[in-house]
């Protein structure tokens, strides 16, 4: 029986808060180099090298915060030393912390291990067009087993895209970023079985 009741995704809320953006040189530093360095749930261990990222900002986002947990690009998540800190026990087996420099201060990105294969099939809604999946919007309905989630403190499941996924179990994203009121982020449930 699984450890959980609830199942979420998570994303950054750029609405309110600042994303992350990989400086100028550490762009042209990977161009030069040939070496792109990603986050595609493979681990990096001795391989990764600190990567150089900074605050996205334009003179519209002056009102925006500073969070706990950002985002850079589109589905990598980052956190500051104290945030690994309080993440750290939570989910070591679920992602590894590799480190960022923001502007001199230690962050990390948070590369979630392995892919769950918990679609459930009868019951998930795939948005079809032109006889096939749609690549931009995958699901009029998407529900997962709660029985096939091996990690459920974060997560990735195959073949539902970008998305990131939490549960409500004990030393989870979503546990701790509830009861340390860790800002940054959106969590949305998701159907589940």
Known sequence: MAKFNKIYTVSVDPDKYLLLQETVFEQSLQLTEDELLLFDGKEKGERWR???????????????????????????????????????EGLKNACEFLPLNLNGETWFALNILGVEDAIDESQTQWNMRNGKVSRVRRFNRLVLNKQAIERPGLFRVNRAGLFTFTTDGKGSLYDIAQKHHLTGLVFSEVDAV
């Open 50 to 88: 600190t990567l150089g990222v900074e605050w996205l900002m334009t003179p519209e986002d002056a009102a925006l915060k500073k969070p706990d947990i950002a985002g850079l690009g589109s589905s990598t998540l980052c956190v500051s030393a104290h945030t690994a800190e309080l993440l750290g």
